[in-house]
């Protein structure tokens, strides 16, 4: 044998060399054709693992960033027809892939034994939550094995693995692929045995015979064939092995309708896709029109007599293009679609098929310390996971003042969802209200198609075209597209995708209301933070100083409209300056805030500047109105009100301010009611005084305080027609003040108006105004009811102040018995007797007896509260000689009630009941429920001096039961009270404690501190 190898080796090398090429290029092209025969049936239908394997591989990578190391498989979950994963679906997917986790993998030791035995705890596989495409059309789990993938003992765990798997997935009618080093080292024999065994006996066969005609010897030819045998073989599946896991085309079908796979075979895009296997140059059944292929040399080949005359023609078919090998342009594309008349179809495809798939993130940095809004969020991913089961695309648009973060919200979210969208997330700043030029649609759809990785001189010219692409490119793989600072709806319209799985996240100063009505945009408006969260964001800048201030905190947070921006300014302030009090900053605000909230490190960090952007954006016809609405001296108004400042019919007011709040320069807060914070209105103010004459400014407050003035005195006559108050003469022109036809209605309004109230007073009395007085003094009615403490006083005060500067000793009289009776009804009986003796003087002087008559019966109410009833009695009287004088009912009635309680109290019974019936009888003739409340209630004072407590409860009864006729809430809470502590002297403990709680509750309401006595009676 040695002999005769050796004989061969020297008299015929040129031989032995021939031999051994013939069996190299047998053994690399031969045997992987007949494997590729072997595993792919003639129809196409069969698919064999490795085929999964490979697309697994390239979605895990392309898709979702994952790359598997020596011993991490990744595993394609699908259904075999290739549709969308329902929800149930996804949910069975992830309970198997818990359950395979759950069970310990060894590999089997015998025929029928168990793939999953509980006694090896060293190969527990590792299970990743699912992975589920947005288009839902495959899941991806990834599976960790420990172990090197090179051992045979980890590759039978992996392979008993892969079988039990696949056994479980497919009882779901689902199909899996697996891939990785492991997964291809022990697929790659498992799946060609076959074909391997089949080659290698084959080209065994085949060398045999070359050797025996070759040597003519017997010997000769079978020496080698041992040695033959094994290199074939080996040889046969290497090759066999690398083929299948360089992905074989062996069904385009299949490989086409993959998820995930791009579809670069197109058949005629005006009249239906071509049938399997045929090339584009040829004409598709039924398809009266020539197709084209893609040509080398960038022409087209037309077939058929139908074909166009003259355009250049190529034999090459589309699968040289399929194959990467060709790369059409921009302009071949286009040639094909005017020579085809199918409108971009071919410019669209060809686009996203020409550069290679690249996956951008360009989101900014998200901002330090951000302060989570949580319900936004929620929203925002559950607006996402609606498109998503739904397989359509979503717009989201977030609108919002300047500062309020709707920038830093985007970001927060896109990073946070960006692993939703496998193409990529792409950000632009419109710079839609900046210094700068907005950003053209035009621009950005360039840049998005340049980080998409479309060379420049393939990026079509027009607007349309490059919208197209971008949908195109959208199309096979979902992206997220974040347009910051839009202007409007028109800025932004031209950049939406709306493909399925993709989203569009718009953010502006503008309510993008176009976007909703026309792109079914889901529009959320951006609020200032609330309290506790802007507290909480100061708290992460500044630190525990915040809570050792924290009423100094609250104000800062408020002055700083609660705006994440302004806060950030200031927080970031006090935390370089750490011996600075929160109180301190405060302060600066208050002297003037805009100037205050500036970073001299940063320019962009300084809200003038920023809202100087909102600013000019404005038209002339809403720019002026803003200037002007900067009077206005409190942060929430009505049209109305608004209409006066304007000078404009409420009807043309509203229309601008609607204008206003479309760009967050105003916010809707109710009904034909709006609002802005106090950095806004201070700008206004600012930009007013600037801009506008003083005339013009003067002009507009007396509009304005002229139509509060008029608009109260309507309203407290309406709500008490039978108090004889002097009404106010004829408004200025063009002032249309507010009418009631109810008494309701006027109370609502005052309620409505109430913040207004004391800032509308100091406004007129800088400016000298006699609405200053008028205003206050008109307000008595109405502070009758509701006790609105503070700005009862401080309203009065500053109305008597300004009356007495400008030398009225009518108004001054008026407003100091007034403020007086506030005094009186607060608790603060001395003070309410130097300003109600004041006013009795002035009156004196003026020969007021009308006057004279109201200041000596209040005179007479502070005397009562003092307890000093003897004192009381005579004011009382000569306060009802004057009104019968005048011919006052109402006053009479006032004075009668009060003196029968004084009667009682000082045991004159029979004077008691004569004043107490005359004093109902006016009260009920006029319909006067709060008279009548007032007379019950001075009555079952008279029942307890006595001692008659039953008749004190019947009274207090009565008097609650008017005062809620009447709407004095308060008068209710202080009837709830005493009928408590009478029924208690009853031994009535349970109704009194009854009672006592309603008093609570209604003092609760009031918002009044005799609530927390109340409570503390009732756990006594």
């Keep these: 044998m040695i002999r005769t190898l050796t004989v061969l080796c020297t008299r015929h090398a040129w031989k032995v060399i021939a031999l051994w090429a013939v069996l190299g290029l047998t053994l690399g092209v031969v045997s992987p054709l007949l494997m590729s025969r072997v595993t792919q049936s003639p129809s196409g239908d069969f698919l064999p693992p490795s085929y999964d394997s490979a697309i697994a591989l390239r979605i895990a990578k392309e898709h979702f960033g994952v790359k598997p190391d020596a011993t991490t498989v ?8 290739g549709k969308a994963l329902s929800a149930a679906e996804q949910q069975q997917v992830a309970a198997e892939a818990a359950k395979l986790g759950q069970r310990r993998v060894v590999m089997p030791r015998r025929q029928g034994e168990p793939a999953f035995m509980a006694t090896d705890h060293s190969q527990t596989p590792r299970i990743a939550p699912a992975m589920t495409a947005p288009d839902r059309s495959f899941t991806l789990l990834s599976v960790e094995l420990t172990g090197n993938a090179a051992q045979e003992g980890v590759q039978g765990v992996y392979r008993a693995f892969r079988d039990d798997a696949r056994a479980r997935f497919a009882e779901l009618g689902m199909r899996t692929g697996f891939t990785g080093p492991l997964a291809q080292i022990a697929d790659a024999a498992d799946d060609h045995r076959s074909a391997t065994m089949l080659g290698s006996a084959l080209v065994t066969l085949l060398i045999v015979l070359l ?26 599946g290497a090759v066999a092995g690398a083929a299948s896991l360089t992905g074989l085309k062996l069904d385009r079908r299949h490989l086409a309708a993959h998820p995930g796979h791009h579809i670069a075979k197109r058949g005629c895009p005006a009249h239906g896709r071509t049938a399997p296997h045929q090339d584009l140059h040829e004409p598709s059944r039924g398809c009266p029109r020539p197709c084209p292929s893609w040509g080398e040399d960038g022409g087209v080949a037309v077939g058929g007599a139908a074909g166009v005359r003259g355009s250049q023609l190529c034999d090459r078919p589309i699968s040289r293009i399929e194959n990467g090998k060709v790369a059409p342009t921009i302009d071949f594309a286009r040639r094909c679609d005017e020579l085809l008349g199918t409108d971009g179809e071919l410019v669209a495809l060809v686009q996203p098929t020409a550069h290679p798939r690249t996956r951008p993130v360009q989101l900014p940095p998200a ?39 709707k920038s830093a919200l985007a970001v927060h979210w896109s990073r946070a969802a960006a692993q939703r969208f496998p193409g990529g997330v792409l950000f632009t700043n419109l710079q839609g209200y900046s210094d700068a030029e907005p950003v053209r649609p035009a621009h950005v759809l360039e840049r998005h198609l340049t980080a998409l990785g479309v060379p420049s001189d393939s990026i079509p010219p027009t607007l349309d075209e490059r919208a197209a692409t971008l949908r195109t490119i959208a199309q096979e793989r979902a992206l997220l597209l974040v347009l910051d600072n839009a202007t409007d709806s028109a800025h932004v319209r031209p950049l939406l995708l709306g493909t399925p799985g993709s989203v569009t996240l718009v953010t502006s100063r503008r309510r993008l209301t176009g976007l909703a009505t026309t792109s079914g945009a889901q529009r959320r408006s951006l609020s200032p933070l609330t309290p506790p969260e802007a507290r909480h964001l100061l708290r992460s800048i500044v630190g525990h100083r915040i809570d050792e201030e924290p009423e100094a905190a609250a104000r800062l947070a408020a002055r700083c409209a609660h705006l994440p921006l302004a806060l950030r300014i200031v927080a970031e ?43 000019r954006a404005l038209p002339d016809d809403q720019a002026g109105p803003f200037r002007l609405l900067g009077l206005y001296p409190a942060a929430e108004f009505s049209a109305a009100a608004a209409g006066a400042l304007l000078d404009l019919p409420a009807v043309r007011a509203r229309r601008i301010l609607d204008a206003l709040v479309a760009v ?38 007396r509009r304005l305080t002229a139509w509060f003035a008029h608009s109260v005195d309507e309203a407290c006559w309406r709500m008490a027609p039978q108090r004889p108050i002097e009404r106010l003469g004829l408004p200025p022109g063009g002032v249309v003040p507010t009418t009631f036809v109810t008494a309701q209605a006027a109370e609502s309004w005052c309620d409505a108006e109430a913040e207004s109230f004391l800032p509308i007073v100091r406004l007129a009395a800088r400016h000298q105004l006699p609405d200053a007085w008028e205003i206050p003094a008109r307000l008595w009615n109405w502070v009758l009811l509701r006790k609105p403490w503070s700005l009862w006083i401080e309203t009065h005060r500053i109305g008597l102040e300004a009356a007495t500067t400008a030398g009225n000793t009518a108004r001054r009289a008026w407003l100091a018995m007034n403020l007086g009776e506030a005094y009186r009804q607060f608790g603060d009986t001395d003070r309410a007797r130097d300003h109600i003796q004041l006013s009795l003087d002035l009156r004196r002087d003026l020969g007021d007896r009308h006057g004279q008559a109201w200041s000596s019966t209040c005179l007479g109410f502070t005397a009562r509260d003092e307890d000093d009833h003897p004192a009381s009695r005579p004011h009382l009287e000569a306060g009802l000689a004057l009104f019968e004088e005048r011919g006052d009912r109402h006053g009479r009635a006032v004075a009668l009630a009060n003196l029968a309680e004084a009667y009682a109290r000082l045991g004159d019974r029979p004077r008691a009941v004569v004043a107490f019936d005359a004093s109902l009888a006016l009260a009920r003739e006029m319909g006067d429920h709060y008279a009548e409340g007032e007379l019950w209630a001075r009555r ?23 005062r809620r006729a009447a709407g004095d809430a308060w008068g209710v809470a202080e ?40 409570r503390h009676r009732l756990r006594s």
């Excluded at 929620?378 to 979503?394: F, H, I, Y």
């Excluded at 600075?580 to 805009?594: F, G, I, K, N, Y």
């Excluded at 809707?668 to 004459?693: F, K, M, N, T, V």
């Design 74 to 81: 990744t595993v394609l979950v699908a259904r075999t027809d």
């Design 211 to 236: 050797n025996a005609l070759v040597f003519r010897s017997a010997l000769a030819a079978v020496l080698p064939l041992l040695a033959v045998a094994v290199i074939g073989g080996a040889a046969g």
């Design 367 to 405: 901002p330090s310390r951000y302060v989570a809004r949580r319900s936004v969020i929620e929203s925002l991913n559950e607006m996402v996971e609606t498109a998503a089961d739904a397989q359509r695309g979503l717009t989201l648009a977030i609108d919002g003042p300047a500062g309020v973060g």
């Design 573 to 615: 302030r006090l935390a370089t300056h750490t011996h600075r009090r929160v109180a301190d900053v405060v302060e600066e605000l208050d002297d003037d805030a805009l100037d205050a909230l500036a970073d001299p490190d940063d320019p962009q960090l300084n809200i003038r500047p920023i809202l100087d952007s909102s600013y």
């Design 664 to 701: 967050h320069l105003l916010e809707d807060a109710g009904p034909d009611r709006y609002q802005r914070h106090d950095l806004l209105r201070e700008y206004a103010a600012e930009r007013c005084a600037e801009i506008d004459s003083e005339e013009v400014r003067t002009a507009a407050v």
């Design 940 to 962: 079952a004072a008279g029942h307890r001096q006595e001692g008659c407590y039953a008749a004190a409860a019947t009274c207090l009864g009565h008097a609650i039961e008017s």
């Design 975 to 1014: 009837a709830l009270e005493q009928q408590g502590d009478v029924l208690a002297r009853q031994g009535l403990d349970a109704k009194a404690r009854q009672s006592w709680q309603l008093a609570c509750e209604a003092f609760d309401a009031l918002s009044s501190a005799r609530a927390v006595d109340l």
